[in-house]
T-cell receptor, first 113, second 115 residues
């Protein structure tokens, strides 16, 4: 158990809809990262937050947004969903200090029908 | 931006044998960390090993060890006495000390262990 909790584990929805993925980082971790992994693909970095502030942004679509709340949990919002958004979405957290590794949640599997 | 390259999309190894997975990276930074993560069929991401750029000694974790060549910007993972449970996708990752502590991942190497 990595200590990172992602909910829900599975999500099935239709094109054009909007969903929210939730992540609770490990206790003490201030950084949260979001990744997208399509079938048989690598990890695509979406966005990073540190203690409530956006720190880095990757290949995140304008239809996607995220935030980190004062209690450090984070939410990734995906809107106007398309078939190509079907993927496994990972949240990872880490402590401050660049030597600290990321610890990953089990992911949310999003299926768009 | 830093790039991480894993040039071997797929590798296979006989059970109990040794296999080495390659990773190279491109950076102009002097201080950074490198990591190997394992993703088994369950799709969980599991930290295997990490290496600080300033440490010349190669990191070791049980059957997993790295060959870190800083000048060559190479960071390979050696798995000794391969086991069926080692079958997974392996990702190499770079963490910058400067650019917002962002992580950069390679595209992964899929390892098959042959009984």
């Amino acid at each position: 158990d990595s200590g990172v909790t992602q909910t829900p584990k599975h999500l099935i929805t239709a094109t054009g809809q909007r969903v929210t993925l939730r992540c609770s980082p490990r206790s003490g971790d201030l950084s949260v990262y979001w990744y997208q992994q399509s079938l048989d693909q690598g990890l695509q970095f979406l966005i990073q937050y540190y203690n409530g502030e956006e720190r880095a942004k990757g290949n995140i679509l304008e239809r996607f947004s995220a935030q980190q709340f004062p209690d450090l949990h984070s939410e990734l919002n995906l809107s106007s969903l398309e078939l190509g958004d079907s993927a496994l979405y990972f949240c990872a957290s880490s402590r401050a200090g660049f030597g600290q590794p990321q610890h990953f949640g089990d992911g949310t599997r999003l299926s768009i029908l | 931006a830093q790039t991480v390259t894993q040039s071997q999309p797929e590798m296979s190894v006989q059970e109990a044998e040794t296999v080495t997975l390659s990773c190279t990276y491109d950076t102009s930074e002097s201080d950074y960390y490198l990591f190997w993560y394992k993703q088994p069929p369950s799709r969980q991401m599991i930290l295997v090993i990490r290496q600080e750029a300033y440490k010349q000694q190669n990191a070791t974790e049980n059957r997993f060890s790295v060959n870190f060549q800083k000048a060559a910007k190479s960071f390979s993972l050696k798995i000794s006495d391969s086991q069926l449970g080692d079958a997974a996708m392996y990702f190499c990752a770079y963490r910058s000390a400067y650019t917002g502590n962002q992580f950069y991942f390679g595209t992964g190497t899929s390892l098959t262990v042959i009984p």
